[in-house]
């Protein structure tokens, strides 16, 4: 924090990006907060009126202090928030004359680079030492926080913002294509050239992507799905034999169990005897 807080309009009192959990806050937080969403879905809830908004990916919020609330995530995906806190006596007057207060969920047109601004602003507070107490370095931050308000600022897209959020459009479709062909035909042999091809991208750009949305390659996204369904194989038929469960999972059974070991840390028979006895212990405690 600046030596002298009066000295700035606009500061960063806290700011992040992480993949967000349950938190509450029954008083509040003392400064005004902006969220941004990544990837998951989650739920702010308002403690002061009930209010309950949901955030999903693309959306902002601001959020203002003193006022008592608690957000957790909705998905089984992780819910990926950027946030900053702002200090600063015209935070509250530029949030409301850019229709960002009232706290209301929105999309900003600009939503990439707000993003990567808060990605910004945490790498300068974070990679600084003694320096940020510096005139300069505060000016820098209070200019950035500046700079990413008027960004967040509502507005219609423009054609080619139009023409961009329509092409995200066709990306997800194309992802979320791929993942129900890995899906529905995950014991079959399936190629990351024939997944690309099917969803009409190059092979490196298919999996550049798959990448980036789902945060593992389309080839390690298909084995633990595969190591998944061998396993509950493993619970529903203790009896079945290794190469079985191999075959039914469309793997040669040599490369299962080194997949299997590399995974868990043991091989598919040593698993199956831990999940055998497990459920024996189990099935004694019931009958006692």
């Known amino acids: 924090m600046p030596r002298n807080l009066e000295d700035f309009p606009l500061y960063p009192y806290s700011v992040g990006r992480h993949i967000q959990y349950h938190h509450v806050r029954p008083s509040g937080f003392p400064v005004h907060q902006l969220f941004l969403i990544r990837s998951g879905k989650g739920i702010f809830r308002d403690l002061t009126d009930g209010t309950e908004t949901v ?3 693309g959306m902002a919020f601001v959020f203002p202090p003193d006022r008592g609330h608690e957000y957790y995530p909705l998905s089984h995906e992780p819910w990926h928030v ?3 806190g702002i200090y600063g006596s015209q935070t509250g007057p530029m949030l409301h004359s850019l229709g960002l207060l009232p706290p209301s969920a929105y999309h900003p047109v600009r939503f990439e680079e707000c993003w990567e601004a808060i990605g910004g602003i945490w790498q300068t507070v974070n990679g600084g030492n003694a320096s940020r107490q510096e005139e300069q370095a505060t000016q820098e931050l209070s200019v950035s926080l500046y700079r990413l308000i008027l960004m967040m600022r509502r507005g219609e897209p423009s054609a080619g913002t139009a023409s961009r959020l329509e092409n995200e459009h066709v990306r997800n479709e194309a992802l979320q294509k791929a993942v129900r062909l890995i899906n529905e035909h995950f014991t079959e042999p399936l190629l ?3 997944l690309a091809a099917a969803v009409g991208y190059s092979v490196q750009h298919f999996q550049r992507l798959f990448l980036h949305e789902y945060g593992v390659t389309p080839h390690k996204y298909l084995q633990n799905l595969r190591l998944e369904r061998g396993l509950q194989l493993m619970t529903e038929s203790p009896g079945i ?9 469309g793997m040669e059974t040599n490369y299962f169990i080194r997949v299997f070991r590399k995974t868990y840390g043991c091989t598919p028979g040593v698993m199956r005897e831990s999940l055998q ?3 024996s212990q189990a099935a004694n405690r019931q009958k006692q």
């Open 55 to 57: 955030l999903a990916p």
């Open 82 to 84: 950027a946030f900053t």
């Open 192 to 194: 990351v050239a024939n």
């Open 241 to 249: 034999p290794v190469q079985d469960i191999a075959l039914n999972l």
């Open 277 to 279: 006895r497990s459920q």
